[in-house]
């Protein structure tokens, strides 16, 4: 009989935001892929949980989600996580859940933290309908264009962005959508120094250059002609 794929969603900060069921699923996976071994050790050692550890990341991604479609027709229970939060989300997975699925195999979701949705909850902004854009392009130009495109969306569009580039991003929406576009800056969410800044992107920027720009930042573009 083939095995199983569990899709493992891990803490995006706080470490205890690890569910029983996830800590059940490590505990019994005959093999646990991971995004980088080191980081998911301080997870796995802080629960106690010892179980072997393959790298599967962005750079062999391609090469290997084969194998471990493999490893699973063959029977093994294969947990797949990333650093933080769901696997698959502009994150590393989706060949090796295309893989089994294309081979019928099974593929089970183990749900827990997910930096945008954390996000969502607590930023005052729409929820009813929302667009995941990811990790926008590092040229400006596309970025801008990017902004251009949702100057008249009607929900609110989340992104991700680095702390390297979440100035230039801010300084681009007030330019692109104007300074009273509402706006949701969160980073750090579930850890000792976690802030989220809502407000106008005008009321927002200011703040933003006074902050320790430290960590992964979510972005939240509220819809056109949204107030607080």
């Known amino acids: 009989m083939s095995g199983t794929l569990y899709i493992v969603a891990t803490p995006i900060g706080n470490l205890a935001d690890l569910s029983g069921r996830a800590l059940a699923t490590l505990r019994a996976a005959t093999l646990i892929a991971c995004e980088d071994t080191r980081t998911s050790l301080n997870l796995l050692r802080h629960h106690g949980i010892e179980r072997p550890l393959v790298a599967y990341h962005e750079h062999n991604e391609q090469q290997f989600a084969p194998v471990l479609a493999g490893r699973v027709a063959a029977g093994e229970t294969i947990a797949l996580i990333c650093d933080a939060g769901t696997p698959t989300l502009s994150d590393p997975g989706f060949r090796v859940v295309r893989e089994c699925r294309r081979r019928g195999l099974a593929v089970v979701p183990v749900p827990g933290a997910?930096?945008?949705?954390?996000?969502?909850?607590?930023?005052?902004?729409?929820?009813?309908?929302?667009?995941?854009?990811?990790?926008?392009?590092?040229?400006?130009?596309?970025?801008?264009?990017?902004?251009?495109?949702?100057?008249?969306?009607?929900?609110?569009?989340?992104?991700?962005?680095?702390?390297?580039?979440?100035?230039?991003?801010?300084?681009?929406?007030?330019?692109?959508?104007?300074?009273?576009?509402?706006?949701?800056?969160?980073?750090?969410?579930?850890?000792?120094?976690?802030?989220?800044?809502?407000?106008?992107?005008?009321?927002?920027?200011?703040?933003?250059?006074?902050?320790?720009?430290?960590?992964?930042?979510?972005?939240?573009?509220?819809?056109?002609?949204?107030?607080?």
């Open 114 to 228: 997910n930096a945008v949705v954390a996000a969502l909850s607590v930023s005052g902004l729409p929820t009813h309908a929302f667009r995941f854009a990811g990790f926008l392009a590092p040229r400006s130009a596309v970025r801008i264009r990017f902004l251009e495109g949702i100057r008249d969306a009607t929900d609110t569009v989340a992104l991700y962005e680095s702390c390297h580039r979440v100035g230039k991003l801010a300084e681009e929406i007030h330019a692109t959508l104007g300074p009273a576009r509402v706006v949701c800056f969160a980073r750090e969410l579930t850890k000792l120094h976690e802030t989220v800044l809502t407000g106008t992107i005008a009321d927002v920027l200011p703040r933003l250059a006074g902050n320790n720009l430290r960590g992964e930042f979510v972005v939240l573009v509220a819809p056109a002609g949204f107030a607080l």
